[in-house]
């Protein structure tokens, strides 16, 4: 019983058929079972048994194969198949060969299995046994499905793959601010799009199959830009160019290009795409401001010089008004009636300021040449300078001055020492008549700039110097106007001025690349400070 077969019948049965030996059935890795003619299981192999998860018992009653091996067909329905309804068919000739079914084993799994039947006849032609061989295969019909699934999904990926490649084409085809072409390896043009008809003028019909090199003008044809850009493309995968270019009609525009290189799989260049935006009106525009920051410069530069000559032009007749004046006033002075004297007195101080507004002027204009040279200075000894210059005012009001450690910078030293005097003069100018005066003046680097600007100290910083007072100060709203000519902090008995000084200190600084900003409060004095890019 231990190697599934019922030794006396099979026996008696191979020694009628002579044509099987069990033993080499039981080695088959293909399952085998046999039937006598009654439809009773009289043999099965090991590859039976694992395929039907199960042992049967054999004994010389029928064997209920259909309650121990249930059948379904492979749409899922119950098939009532048994031994005897095999053997049956097979003793009336019918060949159940490539039959296939769905096998429920008793852990209710399920496997799909294929096999055939084979009636086995003594010489006498009279059927003694049925020979059943099956195995386990795929699931034919889920395999099926599951290939009608991937074709449906690869038909319906294909379409929508279809859909974007023509909406793709239909967006290239229908944007009209750029011209957009594919080129082959050689530059020749293999499609066309309306923004490439519209900006170069040629229909698509008349451009495909020319070389790209069509829309350049001759001088740029004669140095070979066109194949420079391929090359560039070739080597670096992209070449960006911007510059004139012809279309059909002969008129030029200025154009941007992007050329890119196109790849295959193996990173062989197979083509190239080529996108042209039409810049002509901004070209243009750009042009026209450059020119006419052009003409602006030249007419500043004319008014300068304009300036500068006219003051010291007018210094010689005011020397000689101011000779006269001084003459009539040292000879005859005594003698002229009182109204007189009151007329020639105003006339001597107009005079004077007039010189003063005629230096001021000059120092103005010399405040807006940029051709003197920045050096390295010590800022120490420009201040200590500008204070022994205003040392009598400053020991005639008993005015404090402090002034902390400045840096040495690349500046212009003339104008630095205007900036300074300036500064200072005004502090002393507009003191305080109830305190003493106290002036200080520092410097420190600083990574932030007036108006949120803010640079990284890393790669840029700024030198911040503030002079601040504690005099008669000003209005708030009155900071941005203070730097404008012919603007004064204050217009009141016993303090002169032209009002050009802080106007003069606007143009230093903006000399030096730099910002001065204003901050003031009446009664509570004023603070300038000033920002410089560090060298």
């Given amino acids: 019983m231990e190697r599934g077969f019922n030794t006396a019948i099979s026996n008696s049965f191979f020694t009628e058929s002579g044509i099987l030996q069990l033993d080499l ?12 003619a009654g439809g009773n299981m009289t043999f099965y ?21 259909e309650d121990a091996f249930p059948y379904y067909t492979t749409d899922g329905n119950y098939l009532s198949l048994n031994a005897a309804t095999l053997v049956a068919m097979a003793k ?24 055939d039947l ?41 379409d929508e793959l279809k859909r974007s490649e023509e909406r793709y084409h239909k967006m290239i085809e229908e944007v009209e601010d750029y011209a957009i072409l594919l080129m082959d390896r050689s530059g020749v043009i293999q499609n066309w799009n309306k923004g490439a008809e519209k900006i170069k003028g040629y229909h698509e019909s008349e451009i495909v199959g020319r070389h790209f090199s069509v829309f350049y003008l001759p001088e740029d044809r004669e140095r070979n830009l066109p194949q420079r850009l391929i090359a560039e493309a070739t080597r670096t995968g992209k070449a960006v160019q911007e510059g004139w270019r012809m279309r059909k009609n002969g008129s030029r525009f200025w154009g941007s290009i992007v050329i890119t290189a196109l ?15 039409d810049l002509t009106e901004k070209k243009l525009a750009e042009d026209k ?14 008014l300068e010089q304009f300036a500068y000559a006219a003051a010291h032009d007018m210094k010689e007749p005011l020397r000689k008004i101011q000779f006269y004046n001084s003459y009539i006033f040292d000879n005859a002075g005594q003698q002229l009636p009182e109204k007189c004297l009151e007329y020639l007195n105003r006339s001597i101080n107009a005079a004077a300021r007039m010189k003063g507004l005629i230096d001021d002027l000059l120092t103005y204009s010399q405040a807006s040449s940029f051709s003197q040279e920045m050096i390295e200075t010590d800022l120490n000894g420009v201040i200590n300078e500008v204070i022994a210059s205003h040392h009598d005012t400053i020991e005639k009001n ?12 690349r500046v212009i030293p003339f104008q630095f020492s205007q900036l300074f005097d300036n500064l200072l003069g005004n502090a002393l100018k507009y003191r305080h008549p109830e305190r003493q005066p106290h002036i200080v003046i520092t410097a420190e680097r600083s990574a932030e700039l007036p108006e949120g600007k803010v640079t990284d100290l890393s790669e840029s910083c700024y030198y911040k110097f503030s002079v601040i007072d504690n005099g ?50 009446p009664g509570q004095g004023a603070r300038f400070d000033i920002y410089i890019p560090c060298n």
């Fill in 25 to 36: 059935l039981q080695l088959l890795p293909m399952a085998v079972c046999i039937y006598d």
């Fill in 118 to 158: 084979i009636v086995l006849k003594n010489k006498e032609g009279k059927v003694t046994a049925v020979l059943h061989c099956f195995q386990e295969v795929p699931d034919v019909s889920a395999s099926l499905q599951e290939i009608d699934e991937h074709i449906l999904r690869y038909k319906n990926l294909t």
């Fill in 289 to 302: 401001i450059r020119q006419y920051a052009n003409e602006l410069e030249f007419q500043n530069k004319e």
């Fill in 45 to 65: 192999n090991e590859a039976a048994v694992k395929l039907w998860g199960r042992r049967p018992v054999i004994n010389n009653e029928q064997t209920s194969y």
């Fill in 92 to 115: 009336d000739g019918i060949r159940c060969n490539d039959w296939q079914v769905v096998l429920e084993r008793p852990d209710h799994s399920r496997v799909f299995i294929k096999g």
């Fill in 398 to 409: 008993n005015a404090i001055i402090d002034v902390g450690d400045l840096p040495t910078i």
């Fill in 263 to 277: 790849h295959d799989t193996e990173h062989n260049v197979i083509g190239f795409s080529k996108v042209t935006r």
């Fill in 472 to 521: 008669v100060g000003f209005e708030p709203d009155y900071s941005d106007k203070l730097f404008e000519l012919f603007q004064r902090l204050h217009v009141q008995p016993g303090i002169s001025g032209s009002g050009i000084g802080l106007a003069i200190c606007k143009k230093i600084v903006l000399n030096h690349h730099g910002v001065i900003k204003a901050h003031g409060n």
